[in-house]
């Protein structure tokens, strides 16, 4: 079975994934390639070490979100991916792509969905004054950090957090978890049913 990951940046969770596949479970399959819309991308570096194909496309060279998305379309295709894992990928994604790989795309947002969508989600649960945070793996759908949760894990708020320590915190949990949800769908015990994700046959 063959993953692509999408990436933006560091590329901790992308790492979480290659060390995966040297684990006895192993991760379910291979990475077939780690795309960035960012050169600089950091997890790059990270998948030229670990022997994986790795693309660039960048928003630069396109005029409009649906033109750079249809490219990205044809880019991801090039891979034939079962199964593709945003990971830490920063755009927003059209309808277009969004439905191209309904049910074979997922994200993992660093908050208690529905709480937080979108950017700064530590530095919000902070002001909020919450006392646990965490995150969330979801189906992605049309809406922005909407789509069906598969898997969330939440972390406590300490009194002298500040947005680096939390964010650090919420991590170590996204690099379990992300391995053993993308293992899931790569064993078929994992698929998204109308909107409803279900894993061993059982809705989550
Ligand atoms: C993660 O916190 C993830 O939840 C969010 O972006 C961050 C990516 O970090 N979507 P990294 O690039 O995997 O280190």
Partial sequence: RRVVVLISGNGSN??????????????GGDIVAVISDKAD?????RARQADIPDRV????????????????IRLVEEYEPDLIV??????ILSPAFVLRFHGRLINIHPSLLPKYKGL?????????????????????????????????????????????SLARRV????????????????????QLLGNHPVLDGQPL
């Fill in 171 to 190: 991590q170590v949990k996204e690099h379990l978890l992300y391995p053993i949800v993308v293992r899931w769908f790569l064993q078929g015990r994992l």
């Fill in 41 to 45: 991308a950091y997890g790059l570096e």
């Fill in 14 to 27: 992308l790492q979480a994934l290659i060390d995966a596949r040297g684990t006895e479970e192993g991760l």
């Fill in 86 to 91: 945003l990971a830490g990928f920063m755009r």
């Fill in 120 to 164: 700064h989600t530590h530095r919000r649960a902070l002001e909020a004054g919450d006392n646990e945070h965490g995150l969330s793996i979801h189906f992605v759908t049309e809406e922005l950090d909407g789509g069906p949760v598969i898997l969330q894990a939440t972390v406590p708020v300490e009194l002298d957090d500040d947005e680096s």
């Fill in 57 to 72: 496309l960048s928003p630069r060279e396109f005029p409009s979100r649906e033109e750079y998305d249809l490219h990205l």
